[in-house]
Nanobody, 116 residues
C-alpha cells in the first residue's frame, strides 16, 4: 500500500526558511508528476510546485524564485525548500504523486505558519 508522509512543517518567522519532505512508501508505477499543493483557510487548494516526468519543474507565480522542488530517487522523497517566507505562505501543504495508471496519491498534509 502506498503512503505519502510529509514532514517539516511548523512555525517560522517572515523571511525565514523551511524545508518540507515527502517520503513515499510502497511502489508507484509510471509516475507522471510529483508535487506540492497548499490550502490556506477559506481558499481553494492550489499547486505550489511540481516535477514533471520529463524532469522539468513548474512553480506557482507567487513562489517562483523563493521555493525549490527537488527529489531524491534513492530515498523516494520529494522536497520543497521554501525561502523568504511570507505570511501569505501560511497554509497546509500537501504532497502528491500522479501516476499514468493509478489514482493520484496524497499525503496527510503539514501545517506551515509564517508569522509577521
Amino acid at each position: 500500500q502506498v503512503q505519502l508522509v510529509e514532514s517539516g512543517g511548523g512555525l517560522v518567522q517572515a523571511g525565514g526558511s523551511r524545508r518540507l519532505s515527502c517520503a513515499a512508501s510502497g511502489r508507484i508505477s509510471a509516475i507522471t508528476a510529483e508535487g506540492w499543493y497548499r490550502q490556506a483557510p477559506g481558499k481553494q487548494r492550489e499547486l505550489v510546485a511540481a516535477i514533471v516526468s520529463d524532469g522539468s519543474n513548474t512553480y506557482a507565480a507567487s513562489v517562483k524564485g523563493r521555493f525549490t522542488i527537488s527529489r531524491d530517487n534513492a530515498k523516494k522523497t520529494v522536497y520543497l525548500q521554501m525561502n523568504s517566507l511570507k505570511p501569505e505562505d501560511t497554509a497546509v501543504y500537501y504532497c502528491t504523486v500522479s501516476s499514468k495508471y493509478e489514482d493520484d496519491y496524497w499525503g496527510q498534509g503539514t501545517q506551515v505558519t509564517v508569522s509577521s
